[in-house]
């Protein structure tokens, strides 16, 4: 294998690492504060059509971007009022906005656009184009670090630098502000929250809302970057990976990071070369595909490292009288 | 002192639930622009006018009571299925090689065996979760969504590296012997003179699920283990204390769930298609927590609600063909119902207990 080839299986690996990146981080927030979120996968899906039928209409993906998050915000709303106001169970209230999301992007893709549940092929304005950095064309002749920083660094769209730089901010926001302080106390204690006087249900809502924004730009990513349209079920389970990655990162923003890149690592492979021929026996694809779920399941049974979860998650929170 | 008579509490919550979610899909049709009471016209005539609409309702009825059970019956320990998808799949699996490497003299033995195949097979990928859950405390929940996801690999992979037949291009196994084909509704109840049921999918599988539902009620109601794994549901620490093994209940109703959920395939695989697909369980394993939720987790609910989803089913495909309306509809008539009758069942609950409670108050 040559550096040309790896470079490209690296390049792909950022860009599939990008939306389970930003959601992983968005159940971060949510399970921080307690509030279980299996529905990331729907909100991403509701967000990636939103979106592109926005860009579609207006010509504009920053709009697209807009309406993307707003429409992803729209099912946070309703899992922070079926999860903490109605305490129903949050679980369920995820499943709903999942099959909620699956069906009415079709539905109204549609009825707007009447092309079999699909968006029309955004322009280029409509869509986020690739940003070259700075001496990115001069250093390319350079050898090894020319073509590292050429094509690796350089060459993603605004969303992917977005996302990257949203791991820093999650952990100072986590553990260098008092918010965040509160955020994770609620997901654990939220009883000695409320008798500190801070509103476990402002601080739940907000967690609720940070993850909606976050999987908003992550939708918004997928169908205005990734690819230029939005197509029925395009987030093909990645709110599930991301949901992993989460558990095996042991709801940390750094392993996050690093549990976000390996999954993508997976899929870049997978996509690049279906079955891997090692000589002896063969690799099929399904096991790459199967990988992330395999290794999440193994971390969960507490084999290689246990990953607790934050004490009080999943447990609407009855303040008492 | 009961906040609401029983009756409402069975009857009434679900009831209103249905109610709103109908009205938010009626407004969804109204909002791309069609009829709602035409829609419903077009669904009732579809499915339930003509007995091959019947044929239909009732086919896609027995998947949901499968695995409807499924999720009622882990519902009842206090654990939420999410995997019946996954088992429903592992489970077509054992249905598949249960028909196609043992020759069957009659299809009434090849029911037998493939019942028993199709139930250990589901069972068998409900138990790692449930051991994990039972002995690491990993959450089910979780584990049953990733088992969802490697049962799907699994059956790609064996589809297409190994069951597939030289020379075919579809990842499918090769068409089930003759032998193992059951009667259909067709072949039932169809005179020389008046075929009724033609060309439609219900089988005797339907039969099976009926007794699966009165199994599951003997089970829950009416036997040592049943009280085991309510008791447990209802509190772990009481259970403990009655000398209830919380690993053995958490492991034994999951493999009961995993078992029911498998069987479903019997209805897709060997009553239907005759050869596995890749997408046999076509989602019925999640439409097996709505019928749970909108049955209450009792067998004659799960019944009703299955019916009531086979209803939706055929009557959307229905509309598919003879309407601008998507077969997606029914996933969002589906949302809503879990949403309403799942998750916000304390925003009709709350209002309707201190209705009741007033009401009793001026009675007093």
């Known amino acids: 294998m040559d ?6 299986v690296l390049d792909s690996t950022i860009r599939l690492s990008t939306p389970l990146l930003l959601a992983c981080l968005a159940g971060l927030f949510s ?22 039928a926005v860009a579609a209409f ?8 807009v309406a993307g998050i707003g429409a992803s915000l729209a099912l946070s709303a309703i899992h922070g009022l079926a999860s903490i106001t109605f305490r129903g169970n949050q679980l369920i209230s995820g499943v709903a906005l999942n099959f909620l999301a699956s069906g009415l992007t079709v539905l109204i893709a549609q009825t707007w656009f009447k092309q079999g549940g699909k968006t029309p092929t955004l322009e280029d304005g409509a869509r986020f184009g690739e940003i070259t950095l700075p001496f990115a064309e001069t250093l390319s002749g350079v050898p090894v670090i020319g073509p590292i920083y050429a094509e690796l660094i350089s060459g993603h769209a605004i969303l992917v630098y977005v996302a990257l730089a949203c791991v820093p901010l999650t952990w100072w926001v986590l553990y260098r502000t008092r918010f965040g302080l509160r955020l994770r106390a609620v997901g654990e204690a939220p009883d000695a929250v409320d008798t500190a006087g801070v509103s476990v249900v402002r601080l739940r809502f907000t967690a609720v809302a940070i993850c909606g924004i976050l999987c908003g730009i992550a939708g918004a990513y997928l169908a205005t970057s990734l690819q230029p349209f939005f197509s029925k079920e395009m987030t093909a389970g990645r709110g599930f990976i991301a949901l992993a990655a989460l558990i095996f990162a042991k709801w940390r923003p750094w392993y996050a990071l690093m549990t976000c890149l390996l999954f993508g690592l997976l899929q870049a492979v997978a996509l690049r070369f279906q079955n891997i021929d090692l000589g002896a026996f063969t690799v099929p ?35 008492e009288r | 002192m009961d906040k609401m008579p029983a009756w409402a509490d069975a009857v009434l919550v679900p009831l209103i639930s249905i109610l709103l979610a109908a009205i938010l899909s009626a407004l969804v049709i109204l909002a791309i622009g069609e009829s709602p009471t035409e829609a419903l016209w077009l669904m009732i005539d579809g499915a339930l006018m003509r007995s091959s609409g019947w044929g239909y309702t009732l086919y896609y009825a027995t998947n949901f009571i499968f695995t409807g059970l499924a999720v009622s019956v882990a519902f009842h320990a206090r654990m939420f299925n999410i995997g019946g998808e996954g088992q429903a799949m592992i489970g077509g699996l054992g249905v598949a090689l249960a028909c196609l490497f043992i020759p069957w003299p009659h299809w009434s033995l090849a029911l037998l065996g493939a019942t028993g195949a199709a139930a250990l097979f589901g069972a068998a990928w409900a138990w790692l979760p449930a051991y994990l859950q039972a002995k690491r405390g990993s959450h089910i929940v979780i584990t049953t969504i990733m088992f969802n996801f490697i049962a799907a690999a699994v059956l790609n992979y064996m589809l297409v590296n190994v069951l597939r037949p030289k020379g075919a ?28 049921f033609r060309g439609s999918p219900a089988n005797i599988t339907f039969f099976i699920a009926l007794l699966a539902c009165v199994a599951v009620w003997v089970l829950i109601w009416r036997t040592r283990l049943g009280y085991e794994i309510r008791a447990f549901g209802h509190s772990e620490t009481g259970a403990l204390y009655a000398g209830i093994s919380p690993v053995k209940i958490t492991v034994v109703a999951m493999l009961i769930s995993g078992g029911l959920a498998g069987l479903m395939a019997l209805n897709t ?7 596995l697909v890749l997408n046999a369980t076509e989602g019925a394993g999640f439409i097996g927590i709505a019928v749970a939720l909108m049955g209450r987790s009792h067998p004659v609910g799960v019944l009703l609600a299955a019916l009531l989803f086979g209803f ?14 998507p077969r997606e509809l029914i996933t969002v008539i589906q949302a809503l119902v879990i949403l309403f009758t799942g998750a ?12 009741f409670l007033s009401l009793r108050s001026k009675g007093a």
Do not use: C
């Open chain 2, 312 to 325: 939706l089913y055929q009557g959307g495909a229905e509309l598919a063909l003879w309407t601008n309306i």
């Open chain 2, 169 to 196: 291009m579809d990842p499918a196994t090769a068409k089930f012997p003759e032998a193992t084909h059951l009667p259909t509704f067709q072949d039932m109840f169809s005179t020389a003179e008046n075929v009724i």
């Open chain 1, 58 to 65: 207006t010509g504009n993906a920053w709009l697209g971007l």
């Open chain 2, 344 to 355: 916000l069942d304390n925003m009709v609950r709350k209002p309707l207990e201190s209705i």
């Open chain 1, 31 to 52: 399970e921080r504060a307690g509030v279980f979120d299996i529905g990331l996968e729907g909100k991403m899906l509701f967000a990636a059509f939103f979106s592109a």
């Open chain 2, 269 to 275: 695989t060997m009553g239907e298609a005759e050869r």
């Open chain 1, 3 to 8: 550096l040309a080839t790896i470079l490209q």
């Open chain 1, 285 to 319: 694809v399904q096991v790459m595909d199967a990988l992330p779920y395999i290794l999440t399941v193994v971390i969960l049974a507490g084999f290689v490292g246990k990953a607790i979860p934050p004490r009080a998650g999943g447990e609407p929170y009855v303040k």
